[in-house]
């Protein structure tokens, strides 16, 4: 939809985002950062993971805590299968605010509450974890009934094709102008799509086997994700995926227009620059 | 150079400033009971739907001999700080009697071998604790449906309360643990009084004479060192009022997650 010109810039304003987008988006962000950071504080409480039904304690996968050394001294040491890393002062063992030895898994700045409770770590992650189940199902339902979702995110055949130009152009920064422009490019979709319809389904479902109530009742997430303790497993790294995939996104925004794109996000206008008379876009960067 | 080098300064000040109000905002938030009133509205939302999509008599996953945790971790109190409890536990258990009272038509009085005389129920399940971790093991207790019918609840019993002999750790050497759960939990075909683990008689550790198994929720619930049961309408009046010692702490009384 085309809004206003602005000539001088060459600059289209479209409108890009739905405000059900918009909201649903901006609900998310909150969400995942309350949900990451209290669920750091809940695995402080048992800073280990396994595979499998249960925890067999003496072969974790992943274990982060203190230990001293020969002359005494405590490190913080991460270990990931039959890899021991020191990793004092962010994992294991850290300060808290008042310059305090912190000797849980995950430092009090990354965690909520800043301070140890389980307890209270609890409140926020399922607490949240509704908010954010409620605004998924709403963002779902919009873009099935808006058709956002095959209009705007499933790539077509021949977008496929281009995955690997469209990945040289972004490490290049190269990013799309013109007609180009006015949709996402196939990484992109392709990204949205594995964290929307992957990676947050998959959060919610190896949530949901971590309960011993959903597990009576649904014992096939048992079959499938191959026990509670795998299942726990999958959460975390799926988190840290999605951490992942936040730093990337957060960088491209910046790197492709940072208030652009933000202002795309919060009203939903963003500008389409077009280069000259007849540029449709393309790599000109 | 001095106007830059104040400028610095201001921008530091400020940021500093900002950092603290947010780092002290947040502790405020995080901290507000009234923020923790409203985050746990949650607990009761999760309680209804569970129970709406996992059936009323919906069981626990039972696992084979060959998936039994080789090692059972032992959590909160292993070893009871009370004289009463040592005593008992010296002489083999054999003073222990189980207290079934409150609002009962006929409240018991069991010892161990009579307890053991009742019907039973032996099941392979997985102990998830709060903390993250799980464990299997091989339960066979009582199973308290039948006990309670034995008992006879009146009408208006709403909850079944657990009192256990062990003053936890880090509590008031005065405090018992206690724990609660609702009548519809407690008389699961799965719930039982649990006086045999793995085969051999329950450890002081696991809690001996007897532990509560209830399979759909989280460890803390499964009371050790149980002494009394009591049917209540209502456990407002007993503890800290919130149903359970970790309750009385913050925990929710629901742990089916």
Not at chain 1, 35 to 64: D, W
Not at chain 2, 44 to 70: F, H, K, N
Not at chain 2, 98 to 111: A, I, K, M
Request: proline share 4%; aromatic share 10%.
């Amino acid at each position: 939809m085309r809004i206003g010109i602005e000539r001088a810039r060459r600059a289209v304003i479209v409108h890009r985002h739905a405000a059900a987008v918009r909201v649903t988006h901006w609900v998310n962000v909150v969400c995942l950062v309350v949900l990451l950071m209290s669920g750091l504080q809940i695995f402080n409480a048992h800073p280990a993971l396994y595979l499998g039904s249960a925890s067999e304690f003496r072969h974790p996968v992943l274990a982060i805590g203190a230990e001293n050394d020969a002359n005494g001294q405590a490190h913080g040491i991460t270990r990931l299968l039959d890899w021991r890393v020191d990793t004092t002062g962010v994992l294991g063992l850290s300060r808290d605010r008042a310059g305090r030895p912190w000797s849980n898994a995950f430092p009090p700045w990354a965690t909520i509450p800043s301070w140890y409770s389980l307890a209270e770590g609890r409140l926020w992650h399922f607490f949240f974890a509704w908010v954010f189940v409620l605004n998924g199902l709403l963002w779902l339902g919009y873009s099935l009934a808006s058709r956002h979702l095959w209009r705007d995110l499933v790539p077509g055949r021949r977008e496929l094709g281009r995955i690997g130009a469209t990945f040289r152009e972004h490490l290049l920064l190269h990013f799309p102008k013109g007609d180009a422009a006015r949709s996402y490019n196939v990484l992109q979709k392709l990204a949205y799509l594995a964290v929307v319809l992957i990676a947050l389904p998959l959060m919610v479902l190896t949530g949901l086997t971590m309960s011993p109530r959903i597990d009576a009742g649904f014992p096939v997430l048992l079959t499938v994700l191959g026990g509670r303790q795998t299942a726990r497993t999958i959460h975390f790294i799926t988190a840290f995926a999605l951490v992942g995939f936040v730093l990337v996104h957060v960088a491209m925004v910046v790197a492709s227009g940072a208030w652009n794109n933000l202002r795309s996000m919060v009203t939903g206008r963003y500008a389409v620059e077009y280069r000259g008379r007849g540029d449709t876009g393309g790599e000109d960067g | 150079m001095a106007d830059s080098i104040t400028g610095i300064g201001r921008r530091r000040a400020v940021a500093g400033v900002a950092g603290a109000l947010l780092l002290g905002g947040c502790d405020r938030i995080e901290g507000s009971a009234a923020v923790k009133g409203a985050l746990a509205r949650a607990e009761g939302l999760t309680r209804r739907v569970q129970a709406l999509v996992s059936p009323r008599g919906a069981l626990a996953r039972e696992y084979s001999e060959a998936d039994i945790s080789p090692e059972f971790r032992g959590n909160g109190t292993v070893n009871p700080d009370d004289e009463d409890y040592q005593d008992m536990a010296a002489n083999g258990f054999a003073d222990w009697r189980l207290e079934v009272g409150g609002l009962v038509e006929r409240p018991l009085h069991l010892s161990l071998a009579e307890l053991r005389a009742l019907p039973s129920r032996a099941q392979i399940t997985r102990h998830d604790c709060v903390e993250g971790w799980s464990c299997i093991g091989k339960w066979k207790g009582a199973t308290l449906g039948p006990l309670l019918r034995q008992a006879g609840l009146r009408q208006e019993v709403r909850y079944i309360v657990f009192h256990c002999a062990d003053p936890p750790e880090g509590g008031d050497p005065n405090t018992r643990y206690y724990e609660s759960i609702d009548v519809a939990e407690a008389v699961h075909p799965q719930t039982i009084l649990a006086y045999d683990m793995n085969d051999a008689p329950l450890t002081v550790r696991h809690g001996a004479p007897v532990r509560l198994r209830v399979e759909r929720q989280l460890g803390y619930k499964m009371a050790k060192y149980v002494m009394r049961i009591e049917a209540v309408e209502s456990f407002g009046g007993i503890g800290g009022g919130k149903g359970g010692f970790w309750e009385d702490r913050g925990y929710a009384w629901y742990a089916g997650i």
